[in-house]
């Protein structure tokens, strides 16, 4: 069974940064395309960056140049480092296998970016 825990969110300003991490349990994660999704009050649930097992990334064209997608093979886990953060990066960040998520999503880590 597969987990998906996401954390690093939090209240930032405009053109601030934050780090997320997610772990992930289950096998076969150096194999699996991750992504970072974010979902905005009323608005549909995007997918922002994805990274392949081998490291290959892409990115929303509202994010590139802002954010970089990695990942740790041997610890199971992925990170999104965000920068030059906007009030519309503002969402709940969600990590999941790309791009077919499965359905039993983590909890999600909340980013405000507000002044």
């Known amino acids: 069974q597969v987990q998906l825990v996401e954390s690093g969110g939090g209240l930032v300003q405009p053109g601030g940064s934050l780090r997320l991490s997610c772990v992930v349990s289950?096998?076969?994660?150096?194999?699996?395309?991750m992504g970072w999704y974010r979902q905005a009050p009323g608005k549909q649930r995007e997918l922002v960056a994805s990274?392949?097992?081998?490291?290959?990334?892409n990115y929303a064209e509202s994010v590139k140049g802002r954010f970089t997608i990695a990942r740790d093979n041997a610890k199971k886990t992925v990170s999104l480092q965000m920068n030059s953060l906007r009030p519309e990066d503002t969402a709940v960040y969600y990590c999941?296998?790309?791009?077919?998520?499965?359905?039993?999503w983590g909890q999600g880590t909340q980013v405000t970016v507000s002044s």
């Open positions: 289950g096998t076969f994660f150096s194999i699996r395309v």
């Open positions: 990274i392949t097992g081998d490291s290959n990334r």
């Open positions: 999941n296998f790309a791009p077919y998520p499965i359905d039993d």
